[in-house]
């Protein structure tokens, strides 16, 4: 199998068998970069006009970047019962549908509230569940509204028990919110929705403003731009993690159906034009198929020219075995891994690293992004190597808990005031000490 680049009517992808990848294109797959380090001082500029200026700065970046002036930046009661007019009882319906599912996934994350174990006699030990007191979700607007993605973050939040949710979502052009995402905002359960985008937005809920509420922890999905900021504000708010453009892996053999995972190629690559789609496979015959497919249905979609332009970060790769595709795949760590396999079991168990992952030729990453109820919010450009998904223990933090009594501390009172002593703490073994009598000398 020769090395060429697929072209047709400006279609540009990797065809290549593994083995015969460069050095400087393996790079190029497995570090894709996200252009952090590029806006980072554009970012801290922005993010300090908001900290020093508040609604004043919001004003100001909202017309630069969204080209809207805004009166007020809060939605109000009546612009959510329009948009809620607006959509229809049949749309309304659906996002119902998917809010439950994604609702009755995060449930069966929870976990135990408090729970208690009895290391030995005198000596119980436990821990403690807490929700996070107020959360951000950042919902992107530029190129598409989504609400799915205000479904993905409000909703575990109000699971968790969070106390305050509020969204920010860029106004469109007439300074509205888009109507299925306000609808989303509700059926969720957020408690205010802010026309807010960008870099501004996460700044506001970072620092708070006199509108905006400041917030304890940010979380959903954004540009480089919204990526940089959220970074950049870690010291007073926390976030969930680094996410970046979409991208997906499928790793497959001969049983998989070329249409359907061109399909999926394609659907990944409408999102953005920086998005990735990768194909590993120990077929050559389905290799050549699916970029067939790939070709055809770029014609064909709607997103066209967005979809183009994504394809050149796409690469169809031919592996030697299936544990080629394994390995490959954990290497680049990907946001969404589809298994299409006859043995999927067998690739499962030795994946490593993976966001989310889909096994089977009808479990197509969009029904994730939508209505399975998993969630969508997840890490990108190999920082699945590092971070989970967005999940419930992104919305609470634990305390331990110790219950001791005279009789179990003196079952450990040795080894505490040895170790303490050796560290050259005195007062923390007298600590000790004095519980027994052994008072420290005056």
């Known amino acids: 199998m020769q090395f060429y680049r697929v072209i047709s009517e400006m279609v540009i992808m990797l065809f290549k068998k593994l083995s015969e990848v460069s050095e400087a294109e393996m790079q190029s797959l497995i570090s894709r970069g996200s252009g952090l380090a590029d806006v980072g001082e554009t970012v801290s500029a922005v993010l300090s006009d908001v900290r020093m200026k508040g609604d004043a700065a919001l004003r100001e970046y909202t ?26 009882p049949e749309l309304l319906e659906h996002l119902k549908i998917a809010a439950e599912n994604i609702r009755a996934f995060h449930r069966a994350q929870m976990p135990e509230t408090t729970w208690f174990m009895e290391l030995q006699p005198g000596v119980i030990l436990g821990q403690k569940a807490t929700p996070l007191e107020s959360v951000g979700a950042y919902a992107p607007g530029g190129r598409a509204s989504y609400p799915s993605t205000v479904l993905m973050t409000v909703i575990p939040a109000r699971v968790a028990g969070v106390e305050q949710v509020i969204v920010c979502t860029p106004p469109r052009a007439d300074g509205s919110v888009h109507p299925l995402t306000l609808a989303a905002a509700k059926v969720a359960g957020a408690d205010k929705v802010f026309k807010l985008g960008g870099v501004q937005a996460i700044g506001a809920m970072a620092y708070g403003t006199e509108t905006v509420p400041k917030i ?25 993690f680094p996410a970046g453009p979409s991208e997906v892996l499928i790793i497959a053999d001969d049983s998989a159906d070329a249409a359907m995972a061109a399909s999926d190629i394609i659907a990944q690559a409408e999102h953005d034009p920086n998005a990735v789609s990768v194909l ?163």
């Open 280 to 442: 590993v496979t120990t077929s050559e015959t389905l290799a050549e198929a699916v970029k067939n497919e790939v070709l055809i249905q770029a014609e064909n979609t709607a997103r066209s020219e967005i979809v183009k332009t994504s394809l050149e970060n796409a690469a169809v790769l031919v592996t030697d075995s299936l544990d080629q595709c394994i390995d490959f795949s954990n290497k680049f760590a990907p946001e969404h891994l589809e298994i299409m396999v006859k043995d999927s079991d067998f690739v499962l168990d030795r994946i490593k690293n993976a966001g989310s992952i889909f096994i089977g030729n009808y479990a197509p990453v969009p029904v994730g992004d939508y209505a399975s109820g998993t969630n969508h919010v997840l890490p990108t450009a190999g920082y699945a190597k590092i971070y989970s998904g967005l999940n419930i223990n992104h919305f609470l933090k634990y305390s331990s808990i110790q219950k001791i009594s005279k009789n179990g501390l003196e079952s450990l009172k040795e080894t505490v005031i040895a170790l303490a002593e050796e560290e050259g703490l005195k007062a923390h073994a007298d600590a000790i000490r004095t519980r027994f009598g052994c008072r420290p000398p005056k």
């Open 63 to 88: 017309k630069k970047f969204d080209k809207v002036e805004l009166a007020d930046f809060e939605v109000s009661e009546a612009e959510f019962e329009k948009a809620l007019s607006e959509i229809g």
């Open 216 to 240: 304890d922890k940010i979380v959903g999905p954004g540009n480089v731009f919204v990526t940089s900021a959220k970074m950049q504000i870690r010291d007073v708010a926390e976030i969930d």
